[in-house]
């Protein structure tokens, strides 16, 4: 299948640090790709590199059979490329409500029907499970839940390729378990990159799974392979016994 996603050689350095470091990965449609590794392994600056926030010092994105490398973030999302980071895209004055119409608006050609804005606002808010809180300024939300905004925003683009950054964070076990399902039913139409620390999460969820230690790919596999891997398990997951802890 033609991948929706590739990178090749990507890298960022920050001084001397190789933060990612020539990294070439694919994805293909309607994958669900987790992104694990220990703290610092530049997952979140690979995902930044794909959605444009980070520039690369070196390599080349194509998205769709785009060139997308030096297309600024709004292209990107244009093409079908969401992010949600932890919570740094949350307007914490606005209601719930507000937070998801202004990237619904995004969507629609004609600007601001109402009805097209509300019903687009209160599906994504539905499918969150953030219904009935969509008068609520964002800011007074828990953490959990302001991720969860996050995410509605992201939906509201409908995305082809929907990048979550430890999206679990802050859930409680419930919300994990909505969380869950969401994710497969968001897989239905589009791709999803998944960084999560949540071993068990990543271990239901992803069709394959991308190791990444000190900026580069360490292994790639079914969580099966990734868990049998001996490397995997002593650069990230510890002895057999720890498996599932968090990272
Ligand atoms: N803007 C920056 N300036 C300097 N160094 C940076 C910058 N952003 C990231 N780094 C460094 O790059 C490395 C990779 O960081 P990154 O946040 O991508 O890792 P990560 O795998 O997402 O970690 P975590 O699981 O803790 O979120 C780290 O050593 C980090 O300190």
Redesign the pocket.
Known sequence: MTPLLTTRGLA?H??G?K??DGVDFSVVPGEIRAII??????????V?LICGR?APSAGMIVFDGNDVTNLPPHRRVRLGIAYTFQITSVFANLTAYDNVALPVQRTLTDGRRHGAVHAGVMSALERVGLAGREHDVAGTLSYGHQRLLEVAMGLALKPRLLIL??PTQGLSDGEIENFITLVREIARDATVLL?E?NMPVVMELADRITV?NG?RILAEGTPQQIRANADVQHAYLGTPEEEGAD?
């Open positions: 960022r920050y001084g640090l933060a990612v590794g220990p703290n610092g392994a530049g997952k979140t600056t690979f930044s980070v950054d430890e960084i620390h990444m900026g990272g």
